[in-house]
Structure formats: structure tokens, C-alpha cells
């Protein structure tokens, strides 16, 4: 019995998974299970339990050296001599399986030779140092990794903990990762022998947190087949259904999928482009997922062509061709080459109709380019291995040797992320929520520093998840930001490729807001954020200011200034600043007549000027004389922070200017505007005044009143 077949809730011959072996013998596990029993073979040939994973490895892999594993198989059957699985097969089918899955998608013989031995340390006699010994200390860390993931249970209380010990396993390597990836997806396939409730939590686990890594790792092959697994389990109903429309749409007589593919090759051919051209059918999530979407499925819907060129230029080339030839579904073009995904995926994304309507996806990508979205970071091999030259079949075929410029897989950025805050999560309950909520987006974006720089995010962040990215808890002090060269406030929602230069405060006593816990997207921010404000529970973060604080000066509002500096051509008459504007030399100013002899100055430009003017009132004849102290009101645009008001204060005050009074408006946006009367000894220190002011952390602006409604 295959291990597909312990599972009902397999689908048969129309599996997807079995669609992709198409041309290889599907593995009997039963049988492999009694050539194990068969004991090792001799040193010098393959035992005939491997060799289906050495076949796969080979295509892969030509020249590999397949001795560690013959090694590594023998030394694995040997330790689970005697131990069975719950279906009743022994259990080296269960390493000899998880090795195969990874064999099939181009895993490198150090991850295969771990994968074979991964249960071992954990269930049998064999100690790391004994692995070290035999395989190295690669093999023994890998196997190592592993390891620790298996040392506690799955139990609700538990995930918490497992999960956070897989990601520090896998953030020195993600082919940890990879064989336990593997490892969930044959102990999904052969579900069926436990109970309906376990099979639940566990089918659960899986797609809270395992098919989303799986997404994030690049590993489509796996993602796909545990999606469907899961699928029937949790939701069995609508799986059923979804199988059916399968079944239904297999025994047309009729393929407009087909048609539309021949019709393809036929157009590439024609333009001189070689292609290979190809039939995706959809795996079950995915037909139900559009079935959702467009209701009654039609013959184009359960399947995607897939378009395969040697270089990435005939990708563009292939696309130019289809959207002339054919009548082409503008709304659907993606390109995913100029923009990758944050998991290395690389792919041009079209659609094409046909004259009665059906509409066919199309996925155009390089041979190489399709490799790693399929087998995502284990098609790059051992990080830490020198890149493969070319093979002759892959040098004739003309495809590049991407590998030598390959990624890191070791350490994607995304992976880093999560290594921050899982070390910082307060809690169990704190880790869970804040993984399960970072590994729902599935989309990054890529911000560059003033230095070059760039930052990992994902999709929908802002400048305070940018802060927090590039400062940790530093980013407490943090004021404001500039994109693409403007202010913008931190709540501001970065878009990929923007520059973001942030402003931090010199003042050690900044501290972060609880309002910015409404714009952090990224759980580093969120749970920095959240452990300041526990740990300050008495402290006023901006957003929680009074609504205005008004600072009279010390002995409360002074009289105006007598306006002697200010010449009138009206003999007797009395001289007033306009609190609208507040002229101070060198203005241009002009003056109005009112009541009881007394002449208005008003800037020129001010609004209650023009005003006048068609009002038909007369203007009086003023000018500057000798400078001497004058009003003046000021506005001063800022980044709300604490302690804010006492640095201005502080800062008027020592350029010798009295603060008649002065008035915080709430904060809005992260931003705050001050207000300030102030009374200067000297008209011409007014410019060395607004560059002080200017010159505090936190201030971005400063302006002279002007408001637009005023009256003489």
C-alpha cells in the first residue's frame, strides 16, 4: 500500500502531485520497507532501497558522489531495525520517503545525507558525535537542527515553543528547514491512520504556520500538495465538491485549454522563438479559490500554460508576441522578473481570451528561472559550497548558470526579521500571534537609506516599521522621516523602491507614542513598542497630551509694545501692530486709520490689506525708523516627542527673547504646531531667533503668522 493510499484523503490518479512524477513509477513504500529489512547491501553498490532517490538525484545532480548516502542509508536502516510506523510499514520508509521528496526537487547531497539520517539522534542510538565522525560537521548540524524540532510535542500549548526553536534552528540554515518541511508533508500524505482530532490540530499547525514558510522558503512543489492535504482534512465538504468539478472538467470531450496551447506553440513558432509550452493544472485550493472568484469554471479555468525560454530576454520577446497575435487580458500582466518576490520567485504573469471567452493564464520564466519556483531555496543547493560550473546539457541548451550569481539562501531577509522579534516576543502567546500574523503577508517591498542602504519590509509598512528595521529599540527616539526627500509623518506607508531618511531625537529621553501601535505593521515594532509602554505605564506619550497648553510669561501678558520705531505721516497719531501679521523691520508694511487716531500697520501682503483696499479705505503714509523691540508671532511645525515645549522654551530663551505666551495644539498625525507670541529686544535678531528654534530636534519648520481671516 503506497503511503498516498493510507490517506483518504488523497484523490486518486488525478492528484496533482502525480501529475508533476508523470513518467516515473509512482514508489510502492511497502516494497521499500522489505528491501530495507534485507539488511544493508555490500560497500561497493547502491542498496536497491535508494535507488529511486538516487535516480532523482542524478537528474539533478550528474556528477554527484552518491557514497554518503549509500553510507548515511546504511547507517539509518541499521538504527530503525525494528521500529514501525502507526500504518504498519517499518520505519526507514519514513526517512527513505522524506529523502526522495527532497531528491525530486534538486536537493544537494549534504541534505539529502541529513534527511536520511534525521530521525536517528532523535529515536535511535545514534549520537551527533557519531554523526560528525562519519559525515562531518555539516551533516551533523543539519541533522542537529532537525533534532530539536521533534524534542517537544505538538500539543496546543506547546507550538508556541516548537516553532520559535524551528526558527532559530533554520536561521543558520534554511535546509533545516527544508527537510522538516519535507518531513510534514510525507507525514500528511499518510495522515489517515490517526485520529479524526489529531489529524485536525496537526492538519492545523500546518497551514497556520508551515505552508506559509513553505510560501516563504520558495517551495511551491511542497506548498501545493500540503495545501490540498490540509484542505481535505479541515475542509472536507468543499473538497469533495472541488474534486468533483475536476472529475467533471477531466471527461470533456473538449480541452480550450489544450486548444489555446497548440494555438501558442503555433505563434512562437512563427516568430522564430524557441519554447517549450506546457499544460498546469491547478491543484485543489486553487480551483476552489477560483471557483470562489468567477463562479460556473469553464474548460481554461482548471489549468495555466506555462512557457519555458532558455534567456530572460525571450521571456519579454514571448510576451511581445502573445499580446500582438493574440487578444491579450491587460489586467492580469504582472512582472514578477523586473520585481521579484520576496522568495526568489521570477515569472512574467499574462492572460489571453478566445473569441467565445475563455481566457487562458499564461506563466512565461526561463527553464532556471522555473527551477526555483518550484523547488524555491533548495534549488540554490549548499550556500556554502562554490557555484557548479554548467553542465554540458545545460550549456548546450544555452540557459545561464545562475547559480554563480545565486542569493544566500541562508539567511533571507524575512528570515532575519524573524529572528529579531522572536527574541524579543515577552511571551509564548505574544511569539505565536505576532508569527502567524507576519507569515500572512506575502508580498515585500525593498526601501533604500540616504547611504545606499535598503531594508527588507513587508508590503503595507511604514516609516515607524522602517525605524524599528534599521534601529531596534534605538527607533524610540525617532522623530520623523523624509521620503523620497519630503517630510513625511512616521505613520506614512512606504512603497517599494522609496528612500527613507529618518530623523532621530538627540534627546535620550524620547520615547516612542501609543499611537504609533495603530501604523507599526511588523511584529519587531509592535512588540518593541508594547514593552516600552508596559514598562512606562505613567509616561504621556504625545498622542495623549493635553489637548493645548498655553504658557503665559512669568508676570502674565504684557502690554504692547509702544510703537515708536514706526514713523506715520499723520502728526498725533498712535501706532499699532497688526496681531495678524505682526510686522517687525524689514517688512514692507503699509497702515490704516481707525478709531480714536490710531493707525493699524499691517505687512503688505496680508490678507486684511487687500480687503481694505476694496473696502475704499484710505491708507496711511508709515515706514521704519530706528529698530528697537517689537511683537512677533511665530508658528513652529514639529514631530510630536516628549519634552518638546521645554527645549523650545529653553532655546527662545536664550536668545534673549520673552515669551508673552505660547500654545500647543493637539497632535494630529504625529505632527504638532506651536504657537508663540514673543516679544524681541531688537526687530533684527528676528532670522537668528527662527534658526534656533528651527535648530531643536524634533522641528522641521518655522513661519511667521499670517492668518488668513484677520480683521484691523
Known amino acids: 500500500m503506497s503511503a498516498e493510499a493510507t490517506n483518504p484523503a488523497t484523490p486518486g490518479p488525478i492528484t496533482p502531485a502525480a501529475q508533476r512524477r508523470r513518467g516515473r513509477p509512482r514508489i510502492d513504500l511497502r516494497r521499500l520497507g522489505r528491501a530495507a529489512l534485507l539488511g544493508p547491501a555490500a560497500r561497493d553498490r547502491l542498496p536497491d532501497a535508494i535507488a529511486h532517490v538516487a535516480e532523482a538525484h542524478r537528474a539533478h545532480h550528474p556528477d554527484a558522489d552518491l557514497d554518503p548516502l549509500r553510507r548515511a542509508y546504511v547507517l539509518a536502516e541499521s538504527s530503525h531495525r525494528g521500529q514501525m510506523r502507526k500504518s504498519g510499514e517499518p520505519y526507514i520508509t519514513h526517512p527513505l520517503a522524506v529523502t526522495l521528496i527532497l531528491a525530486e526537487l534538486g536537493a544537494e547531497t549534504t541534505t539529502l545525507t541529513a534527511s536520511l539520517l534525521h530521525d536517528t539522534v532523535e529515536d535511535t542510538e545514534v549520537t551527533l558525535d557519531q554523526v560528525r565522525a562519519e559525515f562531518g560537521e555539516e551533516v551533523r548540524y543539519l541533522v542537529d537542527g532537525v533534532t530539536k524540532l521533534e524534542k517537544v510535542d505538538y500539543g496546543a500549548a506547546a507550538e508556541p515553543e516548537t516553532f520559535r526553536k524551528m526558527l532559530v534552528a533554520t536561521g543558520s540554515d534554511v535546509r533545516v528547514m527544508s527537510i522538516k518541511l519535507a518531513d510534514r508533508l510525507h507525514n500528511m500524505r499518510t495522515l489517515g491512520v490517526m485520529r479524526p482530532e489529531k489529524q485536525e490540530r496537526i492538519a492545523k499547525v500546518t497551514k497556520d504556520v508551515l505552508i506559509p514558510l513553505a510560501e516563504r522558503l520558495g517551495v511551491q512543489a511542497l506548498k501545493t500538495e500540503l495545501e490540498d492535504l490540509v484542505f481535505a482534512i479541515l475542509r472536507p465538504e468543499e473538497y469533495a465538491r472541488t474534486r468533483e468539478l475536476v472529475l467533471e472538467n477531466s471527461s470533456r470531450a473538449d480541452d480550450p485549454l489544450a486548444e489555446i496551447a497548440e494555438e501558442v506553440r503555433g505563434v512562437l513558432r512563427e516568430a522564430g522563438l524557441q519554447a517549450e509550452v506546457q499544460i498546469r493544472p491547478r491543484h485543489f485550493v486553487s480551483v476552489h479559490r477560483v471557483s470562489r472568484k468567477r463562479g460556473e469554471m469553464r474548460g481554461a479555468d482548471f489549468g495555466r500554460l506555462l512557457v519555458l525560454v532558455n534567456e530572460d530576454a525571450d521571456c519579454y520577446g514571448v510576451l511581445g508576441e502573445l499580446h500582438t497575435c493574440l487578444t ?347 504657537t508663540y507670541t514673543l516679544e524681541l529686544p531688537d526687530a533684527a535678531h528676528l532670522p537668528a531667533l527662527m534658526r534656533a528654534m528651527r535648530d531643536v530636534p524634533g522641528v522641521f519648520d518655522v513661519s511667521r503668522a499670517q492668518p488668513q481671516s484677520a480683521t484691523p
Open 328 to 674: 491579450p487580458v491587460v489586467s492580469e500582466f504582472k512582472d514578477f522578473i523586473a520585481v521579484p518576490k520576496f522568495n526568489l520567485y521570477q515569472s512574467l504573469h499574462t492572460a489571453v481570451a478566445r473569441s467565445d471567452g475563455q481566457v487562458a493564464e499564461v506563466l512565461i520564466r526561463t527553464h532556471q528561472m522555473h527551477k526555483v519556483a518550484e523547488a524555491g531555496v533548495i534549488a540554490l543547493g549548499n550556500p556554502y559550497a562554490a557555484p557548479e560550473a554548467p553542465s554540458a546539457e545545460e550549456q548546450g541548451d544555452g540557459a545561464r548558470a545562475a547559480d554563480e550569481e545565486r542569493a544566500d539562501p541562508t539567511r533571507p531577509g524575512w528570515l532575519s526579521r524573524l529572528l529579531d522579534w522572536q527574541e524579543a516576543a515577552p511571551d509564548p502567546d505574544t511569539f505565536w500571534s505576532t508569527l502567524r500574523e507576519d507569515l500572512a503577508q506575502d508580498r515585500e517591498i525593498t526601501v533604500f537609506r540616504p547611504d545606499g542602504g535598503t531594508l527588507g519590509l513587508p508590503a503595507g509598512a511604514s516609516c515607524i516599521d522602517a525605524a524599528y528595521a534599521q534601529y531596534g529599540e534605538d527607533a524610540h527616539a525617532c522623530i520623523g522621516a523624509r521620503v523620497n526627500g519630503r517630510l513625511a509623518r512616521l505613520s506614512t506607508v512606504l512603497s517599494d523602491g522609496d528612500t527613507v531618511q529618518l530623523l532621530m531625537g538627540q534627546d535620550p529621553a524620547s520615547e516612542p507614542s501609543r499611537e504609533w501601535l495603530e501604523h507599526a505593521h511588523t511584529p519587531v515594532a509592535r512588540i518593541a513598542i508594547t514593552r516600552w509602554l508596559a514598562a512606562h505605564p505613567a509616561s504621556v506619550a504625545p498622542s495623549e497630551a493635553p489637548a493645548a497648553t498655553r504658557r503665559p510669561a512669568a508676570d502674565g501678558p504684557a502690554a504692547r509694545p509702544a510703537a515708536a520705531d514706526v514713523v506715520v505721516d499723520r502728526p498725533g497719531a498712535t501706532v499699532r501692530l497688526a496681531g495678524c501679521c505682526t510686522p517687525v523691520p524689514p517688512d514692507a508694511i503699509t497702515g490704516f486709520p481707525v478709531r480714536g487716531g490710531v493707525v493699524t500697520v499691517h505687512r503688505v501682503e496680508c490678507a486684511a490689506v487687500g480687503r481694505m483696499k476694496e473696502a475704499g479705505r484710505a491708507e496711511a503714509g508709515v515706514r521704519w525708523g530706528d529698530t528697537g523691540e517689537c511683537r512677533v508671532t511665530l508658528y513652529a511645525e514639529s514631530f510630536g516627542r516628549p519634552h518638546l515645549l521645554a527645549d523650545l522654551t529653553e532655546a527662545i530663551a536664550l536668545e534673549g527673547v520673552a515669551i508673552v505666551s505660547a500654545t500647543v495644539e493637539p497632535p494630529s498625525q504625529q505632527r504638532v504646531r506651536h
